[in-house]
């Protein structure tokens, strides 16, 4: 309320202002004619004026301010993979029943083009190879999601996610996961059902880890090359990955 009256009282004075400067105009130079020529002139062009300003001007700003909030999302996505999603990464993978398929296909590296970020995204959409249900795999995953979970609380409470929707998706399926294990003290006597069930979690959850990671991925070569090299040197789909360069 307090806005729109400010704005209002704005608006009050603008115009009061055009109309104090016309009746000085007029009496200074005395005349109306010219006086009301530019003013018609003025109101002709003020349709343009406001596709301008409203439309183009306004789009522009606005697709930077997207580009900005873009950039400060994609941070918050590196601290989710440096923090848990690497490790959640090197976990599901050892679930899968052909992991030199899928590491062939995601060993992400320098020379990889706008086209091989494609076809992997598409490959991790697509790939059904997940193995299912290992109770000792499973354990070290459920200890891994309950040790994470404050900092995944962390991020679900930051508003700006609300811009990323499929990051907003993945931090939800991960943290479902993180629950259902959490209600769960053992993970070597369940029975088939409840199997099929956290196996249906997992793979929602992985499904979503590798697109986000791969278009994280693709963000860093593009923006930040030198944060990009760490990433592959890192990349849990290639067992013989080193941070150390050799």
């Not at 996961?177 to 959490?182: C, D, G, N, R």
């Not at 789909?237 to 941070?243: H, K, Q, R, W």
Request: with cysteine; glycine share 4%; net charge negative.
């Amino acid at each position: 309320m307090i806005s729109s009256n400010w704005k209002l009282f704005i608006g009050v004075i603008l115009v009061a202002l055009s109309a104090v400067l016309g009746v000085l105009h007029y009496a200074v130079f005395g005349d109306a004619n010219t006086l009301l020529f530019y003013l018609a002139l003025d109101i002709v062009f003020v349709p343009v004026q406001v596709l301008l300003v409203t439309v183009i001007i306004e789009k522009l700003l606005t697709e930077r301010e997207q580009q900005i909030m873009l950039k400060k999302l994609n941070m918050v996505i590196g601290a989710f993979y440096s923090e848990v999603g690497n490790n959640l990464l090197l976990h599901f993978r050892k679930l899968y029943k052909d992991t030199i398929q899928i590491d062939a296909r995601l060993k992400v590296n320098k020379e990889w083009s706008d086209k091989d970020f494609r076809a992997a995204i598409g490959f991790a959409k697509g790939c059904d190879c997940y193995s299912g249900f290992d109770s000792v795999e499973l354990a070290a995953l459920q200890e891994l999601l309950i040790s994470k979970r404050g900092f995944m609380l962390g991020l679900l409470q930051n508003p700006s996610l609300l811009e990323h929707d499929r990051f907003t998706d993945l931090l939800w399926a991960v943290f479902h996961l993180t629950e259902e294990l959490a209600a769960r003290q053992a993970t070597d006597s369940l029975p088939p059902e409840d199997i099929d069930h956290l196996n249906n979690d997992m793979r929602r959850a992985f499904g979503l880890l590798i697109s986000e990671w791969l278009e994280y991925m693709k963000h860093l070569k593009i923006e930040y090359p030198y944060l990009f090299s760490l990433a592959v040197r890192t990349n849990p789909f290639n067992p013989e990955a080193s941070v150390v360069i050799k």
